[in-house]
């Protein structure tokens, strides 16, 4: 669980940055006005709007592979944080026999045993 983890992780970190680096390659919309009167290159290689359309929609499956990898380590996690975990329940299972009590005394009885805990002082 912890390699599928790390690598969802990674191609998250990864879709992020290309995201990032995409939209910021990408022209506004106030660009096209340019290509309107000529300024625009029909010759490029992606033709007069095919980088645009390419740019989105790399920038657009980018952003599926960012939300389901999102969304898969939320699920990983959810299922990793259901496991008890409960540090109180596995020291009441392993020292059930000495619990020391709020008086200092232990549960079984037996109150001359040494304990970690001091007694409270008399107040006869």
Same mark, same amino acid.
């Given at each position: 669980?912890?390699?599928? +983890?790390?690598? $969802?992780?990674? &191609? ?6 290309? !995201? &990032? @680096?995409?939209?910021?390659?990408? =022209? ?12 625009? *290159? ?9 980088? @645009?359309? $390419?740019?989105?929609? &790399? +920038?657009?499956?980018?952003?599926? &592979?960012? $939300? !389901?990898?999102?969304? *898969?380590?939320?699920? !990983?996690? #959810? =299922? ?9 329940? #596995?020291?009441?299972? #392993?020292? *059930? ?8 005394? #232990? ?12 007694? @409270?002082?008399?107040?006869?």
């Amino acid at each position: 669980m912890n390699l599928l +983890t790390s690598i $969802f992780t990674v &191609v998250h970190l990864v879709a992020a940055i290309a !995201i &990032v @680096a995409l939209v910021l390659l990408q =022209q506004g919309k106030g660009a096209d006005m340019g290509a309107a009167f000529g300024g625009g *290159s029909s010759s490029s290689v992606f033709g007069s709007r095919g980088s @645009a359309s $390419f740019l989105s929609r &790399v +920038t657009a499956g980018l952003a599926v &592979v960012f $939300f !389901i990898t999102g969304l *898969s380590l939320a699920y !990983i996690y #959810t =299922q990793q944080s259901a496991t008890p975990r409960s540090v109180m329940a #596995t020291e009441t299972a #392993t020292e *059930s026999s000495d619990v020391p009590s709020a008086g200092g005394a #232990t549960v079984s009885g037996d109150s001359e045993s040494e304990s970690d805990i001091p007694a @409270a002082p008399s107040t006869d």
